[in-house]
């Protein structure tokens, strides 16, 4: 993997993302070796056209020499796996360019999660030597945000349809954007969308860093403004840089506490508290916080 | 509450919402007096057109005498509060009919979680007497699909934008639908949507409970197929009669497990803890595994 290997790379994801046997340490030994590659996540409602603009994002960093990864985080259900597949199809142009990785991570299964299962992909894609890791996310929901933010910089795409980007912003987006794109920038509503998020970000406290969160309007598919998109990332890396390193210490904190509560959870319910729940629950009168305060107080002996 | 007072409704929602005290003895008193009210959770990515659905499906259970209340599930960032409000002006021309109850939680502080709130806001309605009620959410992130999960029939919404809809899929909406409602049914994409839906469906294992999921064409704007949806919907009602006593004792299980775990979430990280992770962290050659190994080995001395 720190030769950069691409079937080491590949199979060391794998091998992280199904929880195989060794997984802990190959993580850790990986994380070891981290620190170099600039990780942007992006994330934004499904049909905000991430994917185009993330192959745009691709092509610049290219044109400019720097190797580039993504990962694209698709919480697949096993139901849909076959039927509706095929979306992927797209970074086959790429196909012959050793300096572009893509990786689709399936993830619903991986211990300890999703954001843990996509940082430590990326953590893979660092050591291997990529200059830029993108991890792209489906939807918006509160794991989809976690995957996006555990990153250096925050991307977050929306489309001026005005209620797609009031109710993106209402799901959190807002508190982890460093970017902001309104993509599709030739649709009626765009500057309307733009001006209606700056002041939002106006209204808001200053950051304690100091960024102050710009708005960018470009058109994917029209390949127009994302030369002023790929200012703003740089203009976000360079004011990031002294950041970064309490940035990444956070991000360690948050994962570990993830991973420690992920173990406390697989082992809360023995056999023992599972039959007390049962028991709660077969009660004539069980009520939700009754049942919950009753099994609370039984577990200082959880047999 | 029980005599399907208003205000009293609102302000027994506000004290679970926020988690105000004897919120908890209150939601277990409202609980034992539901059983009533047929649940319905509305779920689908944003701009998918389930508002407008939502108010069509009001519509013809009012026509039909039964009174309905809607709880749109709205995590709302307090960023986002005043700016960029104003989507839910809709339920205004419903405002003089007592039959209709409307009610947007922003649930995000709530204790227990999102799913836990929307479900005890449910639990208000139902013993207040509503016949019917829909809990709608914004968007198809893990914790949406909880809340429309715990519900008696589950409507997915999607529309034919192919993307969108095979990105929904993927986000684990196939396993908690009960129904499929395919909006925007003029797009000339829908059909072929259908039929890809109807397929997956048909590959699938057959469910415990014999229900076979229907896939159901609609315009909720130009009111169309709004009656074969109706339709669907009565008949997974009739069909769930038999379901509905486990599919509610099997919620409740799911309730109380949740409320014991964010519980034990909350009482885990002591200051104790907390001091082990800090030093846990500062050791040079920190990595998430290793870190979190020892923070679960020495766990026994909480101090």
Redesign the interface.
């Known amino acids: 993997v720190l030769a950069g290997d691409r079937r080491a790379v590949a199979q060391a994801i794998t091998v992280i993302e199904n929880g195989l046997p060794g997984y802990?340490?190959l993580?850790?030994?990986v994380?070891?070796a981290t620190g170099r590659a600039w990780r942007i996540g992006v994330t934004g409602?499904?049909?905000a056209g991430k994917s185009t603009l993330v192959d745009r994002l691709v092509a610049r960093f290219r044109e400019a020499g720097r190797t580039t990864a993504i990962v694209a985080v698709?919480?697949?259900?096993p139901?849909?796996g076959?039927?509706?597949?095929?979306?992927r199809v797209r970074m086959d142009d790429r196909a012959g360019d050793h300096g572009v990785f893509f990786r689709s991570l399936a993830t619903?299964g991986a211990p300890g999660g999703l954001a843990?299962a996509a940082e430590?992909t990326a953590d893979v894609l660092d050591a291997a030597g990529f200059d830029v890791v993108l991890t792209e996310t489906?939807?918006?929901?509160?794991?989809?945000?976690e995957v996006a933010s555990a990153t250096d910089t925050v991307l977050v795409v929306l489309v001026p349809?005005?209620?797609?980007?009031?109710?993106?912003?209402?799901?959190?987006?807002?508190?982890v954007a460093d970017v902001f794109c309104v993509n599709k920038a030739d649709h009626p509503e765009a500057s309307l969308v733009v001006r209606?998020l700056r002041?939002?970000i106006e209204?808001?406290a200053a950051r304690d860093d100091g960024w102050s969160v710009p708005v960018v309007q470009a058109s994917a598919t029209m390949n127009e403004g994302i030369g002023n998109l790929m200012d703003s990332l740089y203009l976000h890396a360079g004011c990031a840089e002294t950041q970064r390193a309490s940035r990444r210490?956070e991000r360690?904190?948050v994962?570990?506490?993830r991973?420690?509560?992920s173990?406390?959870?697989e082992e809360?319910?023995t056999s023992g508290r599972q039959r007390a729940?049962e028991s709660?629950?077969a009660a004539g009168?069980?009520?939700?916080?009754?049942?919950?305060?009753a099994?609370?107080a039984a577990r200082s002996d959880p047999a």
């Open positions: 802990e340490e993580s850790d030994e994380y070891r409602p499904p049909g698709d919480p697949s259900s139901f849909t076959g039927a509706l597949l095929g979306d619903r843990v430590a489906v939807g918006v929901g509160q794991s989809e945000i349809e005005s209620g797609d980007s009031v109710q993106a912003m209402k799901t959190g987006l807002a508190e209606a002041q939002a209204l808001r210490r360690l904190r994962r570990v506490m991973l420690v509560e173990a406390e959870r809360y319910w729940l709660a629950l009168d069980a009520a939700p916080y009754g049942a919950a305060a099994l609370l």
